[in-house]
């Protein structure tokens, strides 16, 4: 497993990548955006870990988008700035599957490193591999996504809880076993997570996000992935 | 013996007829006053001398006996002695010589005449020839000598001709009687006394009747020249000044003078032939005839002035007027008219007359002070107007004015610099006269809310400036106009963005070496465990990674709660309308899960029927987050949050109340202060930064609203949170800055 650091800070990048070793990864450090945009071209990490706030003129949302442009590979941002919904919003926007909030404990961040690379690579084991009504179209298992036929991105994390969902199609999935389930028991006291992304996903699939006709909010419960008959 | 004349009993028939006729004119006219009163007397007693003599010389000639001649010489008797008297008496009257109980001595004289007269007719001692008794020689020659002298004393005053020589016609005919016996007078006396009796009743019916109504033509003459002085002269001391002279030359007198009251005196503001040295003469209330008006608030005649208490010499002082200038029933001043001490004396119409003027004076004084109260308020004003004028004027901020039709009434310096105004501008609509969009699109929303009282806020730009335009109404009943009112707000923006950038910049540099610290403690740790070290020494060194990791952690909270603050205090709003139930939905989902941890149960009821608000959506929620975050906190393991959301008139109240350990009174005042943490006993264990009710408080400040609490310790807390309920209709604000 390779993995990809990216933090101006030496310090942290360093015991980052030092603890990442200790658990069995191959890890590449630089120091800058455009250092590691080349060092991902380069080395093909299977996760990438970014900084926010980088000086140049690449910053973490910029390498995130960059790479997004050409694969799907899980990144997780790093913000030591992060402070309202909406600064997470626009990490993930950026492509982002993950967004942690400086400090973390290096434990929790192998954790949620684990879970992440566990949530990109979950085989999609599900009785129903696909739906299309006409409108949206998921293939599970190819893990495509298509609105009134144009492909949409997921990235790892939204594709992992729109198949939850849909798994679980017409039944309410509560918060704590969509934290459980999407992104791992480390996320469960993430209660801002499920929100974050519903919005988010919404916004990729949904005609009218404020509107929502497919994932619908079950108030202080949790989320149901609602068919429709094409 | 008395021989009896035809032509003298014709002459004295005929002036009895006269005198009756004046007597009766007189009484008609006005019976009540003293003068007429005398007059009246010494009519009836001059028709009762003359009488009792024709009864006398009747009885002589014709010998209708006894009874017949007493009766005839009883009249006359007591007409001849009493008539004399009165007629000292009514020169005392007419001079003004005052004595107390006048009238009732008077006419106690002519009781003991009366019974004097009956007494000598009932013992019999009437002589058989027509003879006066022995003691009324005494008293005609006394009465007579004391009117001379009075008309001899008084002669330079205004004592009527006519009257003078009536009464020393009367005098004659009285002295002239005493003569009869020797000379044969006695009926001629009479007839020269009733002439004399008859010119004083011809004096005073002129006086009386035929001069006032001659001289009513000149009164409301005067009148009118009083009430020009007033309205045409411009000032108070010129139209009280007209007035005092009107007043003496109206009134014929020597002197006149107009007070104002000032508090509690009277101080001389206008004077007619009184000394300069007398302006702005003052009298203290209630001293003296000035000072007295403004206690007894009435009119006073004094035909001689005799005290010392005038503000002029008692030597010079002779007939005084005094009355009060009496408006709205507050005495404002007091008209003195003044006659020299042997000049006229004043009369009872006389002192109407001086009323009159006096109305005519309280009311130029009372308009004269409105007046000057209007000018000076209307100098107020300007004064007022024009400071105004010059500080909108000089201020930095455009400010540009309106009428309905939208054409400029108004632009100080700063809004023609700004907007590319010329001087021929005002007067012109503003429609298409500027380039930039200063009307704004939705104007009737403009109208709509500046009609209710309020200010519509918009921003615009101007030459790469950015502008906050803020418009009110002009006018209170009905919209005459608007002003706005432009703020730059290019450097608040500006500043703005760069405390943003700093609040970033700081919580990068802050976080930063505390991740780096961590993570390197972090990896300590593990290379602590897997290497070969002593149990104790292991022991000891983990003590110490635990305490420099609680270190750490506790200050990245602070750092964190303090950058949340003022991220909160710094931003502006979102504004939007936000639904307290929706809002409250989400608050709860978000804390649901935590709840779950510690099996507290939730308890959430919506009774509001006004839900909706105007503010920040986030803040708000996260607000309420905070709260109900802090219930959960402070409520042991299966304990119960409840959640309730109603209306308190136009208020909506969230009321959050838990089952935890209470907040002791004396730390209730102090939990929403930064920092501040409660220690109270079952808080230990409970980990905050002291810095979320502070944030929450923030958050309520800036949407208005209000926070407050009732807590029992061992009990539990509710939070109250109250924010105003606005319809649906309302127009969002733009954003706060």
Excluded at chain 2, 24 to 42: E, G, K, P, T
Excluded at chain 2, 76 to 105: D, E, H, K
Excluded at chain 2, 601 to 620: E, W, Y
Aim: aromatic share 8%; hydrophobic share 45%; glycine share 6%.
């Amino acid at each position: 497993m390779k993995a990809l650091i990216v933090d101006d800070e030496q310090d942290i990048r360093e015991a980052l990548g030092r603890k990442l070793r200790r658990e069995g990864f191959e890890v590449v450090v630089c120091a800058n955006g455009l250092e590691g945009l080349k060092s991902f071209h380069s080395e093909h990490p299977d996760i990438v870990v970014l900084d926010i706030v980088m000086p140049g003129e690449m910053n973490g949302l910029t390498v995130s988008k960059r790479i997004r442009e050409v694969a799907d590979t899980p990144i997780m941002m790093l913000s030591s700035q992060a402070i309202t919904e909406q600064d997470v919003i626009d990490g993930l926007n950026a492509g982002a599957d993950e967004y942690l909030i400086k400090p973390i404990r290096l434990n929790e961040f192998v954790a949620r490193v684990l879970a992440l690379m566990r949530r990109a690579q979950a085989a999609v084991s599900q009785t129903e591999q696909s739906y299309d009504d006409g409108y949206l179209n998921v293939d599970l298992h190819r893990r495509h996504v298509y609105v009134q036929s144009r492909k949409v991105h997921l990235t790892p994390t939204e594709f992992k809880l729109l198949a939850v969902l849909m798994e679980n199609s017409g039944r309410v999935v509560n918060q704590r076993d969509l934290l459980e389930q999407v992104w791992g028991r480390e996320y469960i006291d993430d209660v801002y997570y499920p929100r974050v992304y519903v919005s988010q996903l919404r916004r990729k699939i949904e005609a009218d996000p404020s509107n929502p006709v497919y994932i619908l909010t079950e108030h202080r419960v949790g989320y149901r992935f609602e068919k429709h008959n094409g | 013996m008395l021989s009896f004349n035809p032509l003298i009993f014709i002459v004295n028939v005929c002036t009895l007829a006269l005198a009756l006729a004046f007597l009766l004119l007189i009484l008609w006219y006005d019976a009540r006053s003293s003068l007429n009163q005398l007059v009246a007397l010494l009519l009836s007693f001059t028709i009762a001398w003359n009488l009792g003599i024709i009864l006398v010389e009747i009885s002589q000639s014709f010998q209708f006996g006894v009874p017949f001649f007493e009766l005839g010489n009883f009249l006359a008797q007591v007409g001849f002695v009493a008539s004399n008297a009165l007629l000292y008496a009514l020169l005392m009257r007419a001079v003004g010589i005052t004595i107390r109980f006048f009238m009732p001595i008077a006419l106690a004289t002519l009781a003991v005449i009366v019974s004097y007269n009956s007494f000598v007719l009932i013992v019999g001692a009437i002589p058989s020839d027509f003879q006066v008794a022995s003691i009324n020689p005494a008293i005609i020659l006394l009465f007579s000598a004391l009117s001379l002298l009075i008309i001899w004393r008084y002669r330079q005053s205004n004592l009527s001709k006519l009257l003078v020589v009536g009464s020393i016609v009367v005098v004659l005919g009285h002295v002239s009687s005493l003569l009869n016996t020797s000379l044969g007078l006695g009926t001629l006396a009479t007839s020269i006394g009733s002439i004399g009796a008859l010119i004083i009743a011809i004096s005073l019916v002129r006086s009386s009747i035929i001069v006032p109504l001659h001289s009513q033509g000149s009164q409301i003459k005067a009148l009118h020249d009083v009430n020009l002085s007033i309205t045409k002269r411009a000032t108070e001391s010129n139209a009280l000044q007209g007035i005092v002279i009107q007043a003496a030359q109206w009134l014929d007198a020597d002197a006149a003078a107009i007070f104002k009251t000032e508090s509690d005196m009277m101080r001389l503001v206008a004077s007619y032939e009184l000394p300069e040295a007398l302006n702005d003469y003052q009298i203290q209330r209630g001293s003296g005839l000035v000072g007295q008006l403004l206690v007894d608030q009435q009119a006073v005649l004094v035909r001689q002035y005799n005290d010392d208490d005038f503000f002029l010499s008692k030597n010079v002082v002779g007939s005084v007027l005094a009355v009060p200038l009496i408006y709205d029933q507050k005495v404002i001043g007091g008209l003195v008219v003044i006659c020299g001490r042997y000049s006229k004396i004043f009369q009872e119409e006389d002192l109407q007359q001086a009323e009159l003027l006096a109305a005519q004076a309280a009311v130029s004084m009372s308009v004269n002070d409105l007046f000057l109260q209007q000018t000076s308020l209307l100098q107020s004003l300007t004064e007022a107007h024009n400071q105004l004028q010059a500080v909108i004027g000089s201020t930095e901020n455009p400010v540009i004015a309106v009428d309905r039709s939208l054409r400029i009434i108004f632009a100080n310096v700063k809004a023609r610099e700004v907007l590319q105004l010329e001087d021929g501008d005002e007067g012109r609509s503003i429609l298409g006269m500027v380039d930039v969009d200063l009307i704004p699109a939705n104007f009737k929303e403009v109208v709509r809310v500046t009609r209710a009282g309020g200010t519509h806020s918009y921003a615009l730009n101007i030459a790469d400036r950015e502008y906050l335009c803020q418009i009110a109404k002009l006018g209170e009943d009905r919209i005459e106009g608007w002003v706005a009112v432009l703020n730059d707000i290019t450097e608040l923006k500006e500043l703005d963005r760069v405390k943003s950038e700093m609040i970033r910049m700081t919580s990068h540099d802050l976080k930063n070496p505390i991740q780096a610290a961590l993570a390197n403690l972090d990896l300590l740790r593990d290379d602590i465990e897997q290497a070969k070290v002593v149990d104790d020494t292991k022991y000891e060194i983990e003590l110490s990674i635990g305490n420099i990791e609680r270190q750490l952690s506790n200050m990245e909270r602070i750092i964190s709660g303090i950058l949340d603050l003022e991220r909160v205090k710094a931003s502006g709003l979102n504004w939007e309308l936000c639904s307290a139930d929706v809002l409250l939905d989400n608050a709860v989902d978000l804390l649901a899960p935590i709840a779950a941890i510690k099996s507290i149960q939730f308890d959430v009821s919506v009774d509001a029927t006004k839900l909706t608000f105007i503010g920040d959506r986030v803040q708000f929620e996260r607000a309420i987050a905070n709260l109900i975050e802090n219930a959960i906190k402070f409520t042991p393991e299966n304990g119960c949050v409840t959640v309730h959301v109603y209306n308190d008139a136009d208020d909506i109240v969230f009321e959050i109340t838990d089952t935890g350990i209470g907040i002791p009174e004396n730390m209730q005042s102090h939990i929403f202060e930064r920092f501040y943490r409660g220690e109270q006993p079952g808080a230990e264990d409970i980990s905050g930064t002291g810095l979320g009710l502070s944030l929450v408080r923030t958050v309520l400040e800036k949407h208005q609203g209000r926070i407050w609490l009732k807590s029992e310790v061992g009990v539990g807390t509710t939070f109250y949170v109250s924010v105003r309920y606005q319809s649906e209709a309302v127009k969002l604000p733009q954003r706060q800055y």
